[in-house]
């Protein structure tokens, strides 16, 4: 799945996979408004909207971020605002990585 895909499917299961719903919807202020429709467009890229929006869903907490349990979350794989799918990044595996604490 692309990071566009999973920020689609991320807003199919915010509204009860209604795309009328989706299309409506009232929350301006959210990173993925702009890129709900399934369409890259906005201030953001794709990434960087998902890690917005993990930062928001984790009041800001980058490491709880990485920690996310919620695999089930489609934003989960692109969650440490890197894509796994551009193979040979190393920034981009150590993404997968869960840190360890000082
Ligand atoms: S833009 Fe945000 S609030 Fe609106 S449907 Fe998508 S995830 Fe939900
Ligand atoms: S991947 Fe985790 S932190 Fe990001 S939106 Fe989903 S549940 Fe929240």
Redesign the pocket.
Known sequence: MTPTKSIRK?CLDCSYDNSKEITNCPDTECALYTLRLGKKQGDFSPIKA?RI??????DGNAY??NL????T????P??SGKNHRHKGNRDNIRAYEIPQKA
């Open positions: 991320k998902i929006k993990c930062l928001w869903c984790m709880e971020v996310c349990p919620s695999d979350c489609s934003l989960w692109f969650r």
